[in-house]
């Protein structure tokens, strides 16, 4: 029996995503009998117990070093402090690596791994090479491009960066050039192409089986122009971008503008839909009623009713996260509006609107600007799109299982 080691960054939701939807695959497609574990902590730690109860012995719980939560995504003045302070309740980060370390050492000495599939985890890169274990790094980034007010963060983009290239292999989760959306966040020496693979998009290419439509769905099939404002993120920049929208919405030229906000937070209370008068209503008072809305606040969406409105909106508004960005592009070949939180958003956001896939905006005057330009010069986004799309490698696990069977093999 072949053993797999999956190791998942915490900080944010993208690494998870992606390594499930490659554990599908795996288990289907490759051929060997296979025993994978899983190593994460915090939220995605929770994750992972759910969707495996009955294997909690092939899951563990190694906390790995993650920024502290700002205002608006990590802090890093409370981040610098606890590098050799403990601030916030955790412990010095110094502190925090070295256990952490050793800990997935440990692990890597109890299961004797034949492969390991690190997205996001640095550390256990370094470990698979010290150990002479095969290893596949997959990612979106390698040297991404900073920006003036984010120099600083160089010599640590530059550590990293070598410490990913010891992966025996490197997976690209993104369609090969020219339409690879990180782009900008690459920049891989040329000694490395040679272990690099633009295996696609990291679909899990689950085909939603349409049931009965929601009072969601009903109220908006009739409804033309709308945008889709996604909120997504860990706490600090779930909520930085909900502030962000509610200043946007604010102005005079969105008082019709139609919108559908998801919170991404199974929170049924933040489902309301405003009527152009500023009266609010439940979603399925407001289908009842047959209510002129002008906002939709919904706090989770379902896969079906997720579908239903990216097929039926004009435009998404997202924070530039590399899974949203080609979903919305190249699944959907809806143009986007981009409000960055990180260098690694605003990269791929400039890539978009260089093609005229989208817009970059910084601030609420861009933001308004935008929609209004996407409303006018419509037909030159979708004939961009339309390109893209056709373009669009959404088959990146179904690479990445063929890729990890030949390195069982060998």
């Known amino acids: 029996m072949k053993k797999i080691g999956g190791f998942i960054n915490p900080w944010g939701n993208g690494h998870f995503t992606r390594m499930m939807a490659l554990d599908d695959v795996i288990r289907k497609d490759v051929e060997d009998d296979l025993d994978i574990h899983y190593s994460s902590s915090g939220e995605i730690y929770q994750k992972l117990l759910k969707k495996f109860p009955a294997k909690k012995e092939n899951l563990h719980n190694i906390v790995i070093p993650t920024p502290i939560d700002g205002k608006c995504g990590p802090s890093i003045t409370l981040s610098l402090f606890n590098i050799l302070l403990p601030v916030a309740g955790r412990q010095p980060l110094v502190s925090v690596m070295a256990k952490y370390l050793r800990a997935e050492g440990k692990l890597y000495d109890k299961q004797k791994f034949d492969l390991v599939i690190n997205d996001g985890d640095v550390g256990s890169n370094i470990i698979a090479e010290k150990r ?9 980034q390698f040297r991404p491009k900073l920006w003036v007010s984010r120099s600083y963060f160089y010599p640590a983009v530059m550590y990293i960066s070598k410490k990913i290239a010891k992966a025996s292999k490197i997976i690209v989760a993104d369609s090969p050039p020219p339409y690879t959306i990180c782009e900008y966040n690459l920049n891989f020496p040329e000694r490395l192409k040679k272990k690099i693979v633009y295996a696609g998009h990291f679909s899990n290419g689950t085909t939603i ?35 962000k929208y509610e200043k946007v919405f604010h102005a005079t030229r969105m008082n019709n503008e139609r919108r559908i906000v998801s919170h991404a937070k199974n929170d049924p209370s933040l489902d309301k839909v405003l009527d152009k008068d500023g009266k609010t209503y439940s979603i399925s008072e407001a289908f009842e009623k047959n209510i002129d809305w002008i906002q939709i606040d919904v706090g989770f969406l379902s896969e079906q009713e997720k579908d239903t409105v990216l097929n039926l909106c004009k435009y998404a508004v997202i924070n530039g996260s590399h899974t949203a960005m080609g979903e919305i592009l190249g699944t959907k070949a809806k143009p986007i509006i981009g409000i960055p939180v990180y260098d690694e958003h605003t990269n ?63």
Do not use: C
């Open 209 to 243: 089986n349409h049931g009965p439509k929601s009072d969601l769905q009903k109220l908006i099939e009739n409804v033309d122009g709308f945008g889709y404002w996604m909120i997504t993120g860990n706490k600090s920049t779930n909520k930085a971008t909900a502030t």
């Open 132 to 140: 002479n274990v095969k290893s596949i790094f997959i990612t979106n």
């Open 348 to 410: 791929q956001i400039k890539w978009a609107e260089e093609r005229n896939l989208g817009i970059l905006a910084t601030n609420i005057k861009q933001t308004v600007s935008a929609v209004s330009e996407i409303h006018n010069n419509y037909n030159k986004y979708q004939e961009n799109l339309v390109e893209f799309a056709k373009n669009y490698d959404r088959n990146g696990t179904k690479k990445t299982a063929k890729i990890i069977s030949e390195m069982l093999e060998d």
